[in-house]
């Protein structure tokens, strides 16, 4: 339970400055902790961290693991300060422009993060940063391998043995898809389909090298995570993790572990995610995530899930359950249907699944997103084990105002309130696509003519205002952006996740303002 009031920013790693074409945890995710002290936050919120699909439109929410970290978020600059790159490698690396590569976006009709098939083309600067850093990645890796001291060796030993539950997986599984060209696993070999075990051990002596460079960068990134945490604590900055609910079926983790999921005999998904058509999708949503086997879950204790969710406490001080709604019940649409249209909402063991986590962890350092229509029938859950849910304040302005959960005159002391999240439009961009009612209830609600010019101000001021403890606001709408300057436009695939703020944006007056509202609030 969220225990006194504060407040905080959401910007991914990835949407930090960078002359490298994607953010990372080098000088400028430092810059940014600075700022968040200077202007009184206590929390930085960041999507999820774990390693991005180039076939999946780079959707944080579309991960080949659960566990892994995303090697594109490695500093260079980092590397270059333990001499495992040179100053030259970096002035080459510089000097070479990002340009944007045209990659296959996903297509779908979902309106959420998951993306499924792939499609259309459409140019992206986070592929091309992929493109241009992984060279050096490796070579700082490589590097390390050969000239690491005693010590550095026995740290890097010391990882490898913590993460070994997952990190074996996910390290053979990455070289699998780079030694045979073949990134989809239910197209490789039979016998490392069903993962026998002469075949693993084979691979994994034929492929030693490649194995352990992954393991190597998976290593970097944490210890280059651990640093900025350690950073932002001396600086009181708590850091806010996500978790998708769902898993990409062409990850490590069904490949590892096919009994948790609903495959078929040839390790196809029977049933896959999503959500059925409503009043802004006439076909649904068809996420195409296969299915946790709940009943499976149930029986090992949900052993996966409790590995998860504590290899995420220990990277943030909170984590966001992303559709919490999915561990009460869920839309399974057959995996052969072309749409969500037919499926039927099925019951997960939420009562068990909530009692384990409760019996793992005592005190549960997590926020639920809690959104949708069907919200309400996890509250009680929340209520009973003092899980704060989402309220978001641009859904506050519809017909229903009066009752509106979202509305801020019923909002609740438990809650993190949101001025918009990373799938709304900025609130500038919202206003601009406002009906006249909306802007009218606006207006009326706020008691002033609001506009373009003050109502980002103004949903701001609501948001930190709000009686819920935490307040969260995108690093947009504080900056005053607008539609251009959008995270994700859910079902746009590969032309979202590219934003990135500019150096000059956060300024000393920026700073102070929001420091002001801050304290004026009682978030200080």
Known sequence: MLQQRSSGLLLHITSLPSAHGVGDLGPEAYRFADFLEASGQTYWQILPLTPVDPGSGFSPYSSP?????????ISLEKLADENLLSGDDLAVFNEQPIQNVRVSEPSSDDDRDMEPALSLSVPSTLHAAWI?????LTQAAKTFLQDATPAQRSDYDRFCAWQADWLNDYALFTALQES???PVWVRWPTEVVRREPDALARQATLLQDEIEVIK????????????????CYTRKIHLI????????FNSADVWANPELFKLDENFQPLFVAGAPPDYFSEDGQRWGNPIYDWAEHERTGFTWWMRRLRHQMSLYSLTRLDHFLGFAVYWEIPASEPTAKVGEWVKAPIESFMHAMHRQFVQLPIIAEDLGAKAADIQPYLRHYGIPGMRVVQFGFGADMPTSTYAVHNHAENFVVYSGTHDNNTTLGWYRELDKL???????????????KNVVDQVCRLTMQSVARLAIMPIQDVLNLDETHRMNTPGLGGRSWQWRLQPDQLTDEVAAKLLRLTKMTGRG
């Open 241 to 248: 993790g996500d978790i998708p609910i769902y898993v990409q």
């Open 180 to 182: 045979t060209k073949e």
């Open 132 to 136: 241009k850093k992984q060279p050096l």
């Open 216 to 231: 190597v960068l998976q290593y970097f990134f944490l210890r280059q995570w651990n640093e900025l945490a350690a950073y």
């Open 65 to 73: 693991s659960a566990f892994a970290g995303n090697i594109l978020m």
């Open 438 to 452: 909306h802007r009218q209830r606006m207006n009326d609600y706020l008691g002033i003519k609001v506009t373009e």
